[in-house]
């Protein structure tokens, strides 16, 4: 287990490469059992609870959570996790409200090389924003950040999801996953979600150097 350093009132895990994500999963942070079900609206778990659904009537993943427990998985997210910091504009790295004044908050994005006309407005986001202070040190403490990812401070709002889209099985009540996809909530296919992850769309752009 990492051992959690406390500030404030918010744990911050430490582990091999320093200070782990508040949204990282954990190697114990197991996927649940969770058999889906074909319904007239889309689709269900055959034993779903009030939990299994947010506000907008999202079926979201079901993900066993202990923070601190194994090892961090940088590079996958927990689904509650991730929703709250989207939802409250937390910070990805320390969950403390992300860095924001009159132009946004403060983001960072992968540097698409097929940009189109007015990127990266309309951009969505599934990775939530960060505070100055985190974002500074994650630029420098991973390369990959520092290449492949710009600073940004935007406006959003919360868009739709992103996860596994079943299609009808039909005549069974088994549904089919078609991929994984993000989808709006202005999309019918909506219902046919497993969400993994709560996507964001930007709007108002600026660009942002961290090191002014």
């Known amino acids: ?20 994500p508040y949204v990282a999963r954990w190697s114990a942070e197991e996927v649940l059992p969770a058999p889906l079900v074909e319904t007239r609206q889309g689709i269900a778990y055959a034993d779903e609870s009030s939990v299994d659904r947010d506000g907008h009537r999202l079926l979201w993943t079901r993900v066993s959570s202990c923070p601190g ?22 910070c990805q790295v320390c969950a403390r409200p992300a860095d924001h004044n009159e132009d946004g908050t403060l983001w960072l994005i992968s540097d698409q090389p097929h940009r189109w006309p007015g990127w990266p407005r309309r951009a969505q986001m599934t ?13 420098r403490a991973c390369p990959s ?18 996860g596994g889209l079943y299609a009808t099985g039909w005549p069974n009540r088994h549904p089919l996953l078609t991929g994984a996809h993000t989808v709006q ?8 979600l497993q969400a993994d992850q709560l996507t964001r769309e930007l709007t108002d752009c600026t660009y942002v150097d961290l090191d002014a």
């Open 185 to 192: 909530f202005d999309d019918p296919r909506i219902q046919w």
């Open 1 to 20: 287990m990492a051992s959690p350093v406390v500030k404030a009132d918010k744990p911050v895990f430490r582990g091999p490469r320093g200070p782990v």
């Open 69 to 90: 427990v194994g090892e961090p998985l940088y590079r996958q997210m927990h689904p509650l996790r991730q929703r709250r910091a989207m939802r409250r504009l937390l």
């Open 145 to 162: 950040f520092n290449r492949d990812h710009l600073a940004i401070r935007a406006h959003s709002f919360v868009s739709g999801a992103w």
């Open 127 to 139: 990775q939530p924003p960060l505070c100055l202070r985190c974002a500074r040190i994650s630029v």
